[in-house]
């Protein structure tokens, strides 16, 4: 901690250190506010249980790591138990925000929160409030003045994790989409690395503008200081990852919200990781041989009207999954403001969210974000090019896992009767599950005396 503290002599506001816990507790004014960011889990309940015996009633903990909801909600009331406050705080920018302003997503004690509030809202990224545009200009330990700043209080107990947790799974479904993007510019157009980083720049100035396609830019363009080849072509593909995308689906199989999008990215890690099984395999699968004899160029945008439908699908499950947790958890949660503090500072941060603020605070009731007259209007006007993807992908055989999820979700939101009337039947066939009728009053179940199907003569 000493050689710590020693060599960092310029961080700006000073570093201090202490030796014990007790005595880096005893060095704060009351109530004292104790920010913990370690790796979610049993180190957090491990620096919680060190810390309370030497807190004072009403001292709060501000949880900053990506804590599973439900463990905030069981910390939150642990601690309240014996007196002490307990703030889970979703965290978005990774190095860069933590340095210049983060996106914060706070929930738990709202008393808790009126003390945090001049802190959060001072080191938080700003946004502009009209336009939602990112404020530049923060320094370390130099926040910018004034704009809407990227952190709002989301709600009680487990509210702000579980929003950091959509989040991610978001950020998990914008980061495959842009990889299938990539893949069939690579696969399909056969076009190197630094030229779809081109691409990526030019989508990065129009409504696909966002941090994400802004680094994958840059990723795209960057040499290997090893061997000078595009950076990206040395990357082996198995993807890691740290489980809040895998959270954000678990929790919509529970609460039977279909949010395949989200799924898919986090099913295209699982595959990627496999990679030994993947090279023997390809060895042995072989798939279309066709090369691909359209036009690039009305590819290249087909591909971009593609990724957006893809993404607003995926947004939409996204805030769906919001939209039943906030019942469940008995939460009020405001979406257009989630959207909002989403605009800068966080690792989804896109131009995209502001369209999502408007629509939200134009009617907070939206069924669904793709009922929003501008996402409406955006996806009736892309969608004959999305098809157009979907389908060459398929054609040529290169894995579009959630352009396509995204796709069938669209058509089967949209579809008024889907063959789950089959499905139900069958379920009555071979468990007498039961059945609702189309002539009768939805809430009545039926059941019909099937033959049996191994007495063909029994039948009628
Ligand atoms: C953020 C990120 C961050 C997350 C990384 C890695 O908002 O700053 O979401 O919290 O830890 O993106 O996540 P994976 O290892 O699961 O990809």
């Not at 790796?39 to 030497?54: F, I, K, N, S, Y």
């Not at 009768?440 to 033959?451: E, I, N, V």
């Amino acid at each position: 901690m000493r050689e710590f503290v020693k060599a960092h002599p310029d961080t700006p506001g000073g570093l201090v250190g202490f030796p014990t816990i007790g005595e880096f507790v005893a060095s704060l004014k009351l109530p004292r506010k104790i920010i913990i960011l370690v790796q979610a889990g049993p180190a957090t309940d491990a620096v919680v249980e060190q810390l309370t015996p030497h807190l004072d009633e009403g001292d709060i903990i501000i949880d900053g790591g990506n804590a599973k909801w439900t463990d905030t909600i069981r910390r939150e009331r642990d601690l309240k138990n014996s007196g002490l406050r307990f703030v889970g705080s979703g965290v978005s920018g990774g190095e860069v925000g933590a340095r210049f302003g983060p996106s914060l997503m706070p929930g738990g004690d709202p008393e808790a929160w009126e003390h945090l509030q001049p802190i959060w809202q001072a080191i938080a990224a700003k946004v502009d409030p009209d336009t939602g545009r990112p404020l530049e200009g923060a320094k370390p330990g130099k926040p910018v003045r004034g704009g809407f700043p990227c952190s709002a209080y989301i709600g009680p107990n487990g509210a702000g994790h579980y929003v950091k947790m959509i989040h991610n799974g978001i950020e998990y479904g914008d980061m495959q989409m842009i990889c299938e993007a990539y893949l069939l510019m690579k696969n399909l157009l056969g076009m190197e690395a630094s030229a779809i980083g081109m691409v990526f720049q030019d989508w990065n100035r129009g409504r696909l503008d966002s941090f994400l396609i802004e680094i994958t830019a840059d990723i795209l363009q960057q040499a290997d200081p090893i061997t000078g080849q595009a950076f990206v072509d040395i990357v082996l593909d198995t993807a890691g990852q740290k489980g809040t995308g895998k959270w954000t689906s678990v929790n919509a199989l529970d609460m039977g919200v279909p949010a395949p999008t989200i799924a898919e990215a986090v099913f295209a890690r699982c595959l990627s990781a496999i990679k030994e099984e993947r090279v023997a395999a390809s060895g042995m699968l072989k798939g279309p041989q066709a090369k691909f004899d359209g036009d690039a160029d009305s590819f290249i945008q087909a591909l971009n009207d593609a990724l957006y439908c893809s993404k607003i699908c995926s947004y939409a499950q996204g805030f769906q999954l919001m939209r039943e947790a906030q019942k469940e958890y008995d939460w009020d949660l405001n979406f257009g403001e989630i959207a909002q503090i989403w605009r800068g500072g966080c690792i989804i941060r896109a131009r995209f969210l502001q369209k999502i603020t408007e629509a939200c605070s134009w009617d907070p009731d939206l069924a669904n974000l793709l009922l929003d007259p501008y996402f409406l209007q955006e996806i009736e006007s892309a969608q004959v090019n999305w098809r157009k993807v979907v389908s060459a992908a398929f054609a040529h055989g290169i894995p579009v896992p959630t352009f396509a999820s995204a796709l069938s979700y669209f058509d089967g939101y949209r579809e008024a009767r889907l063959p789950a009337n089959l499905l139900q039947a069958q379920r009555d066939f071979f468990g007498a599950h039961s059945y609702e009728r189309v002539d009768q009053p939805r809430g009545k179940f039926y059941h019909l005396d099937w033959p049996d199907p191994d007495r063909p003569q029994c039948q009628v």
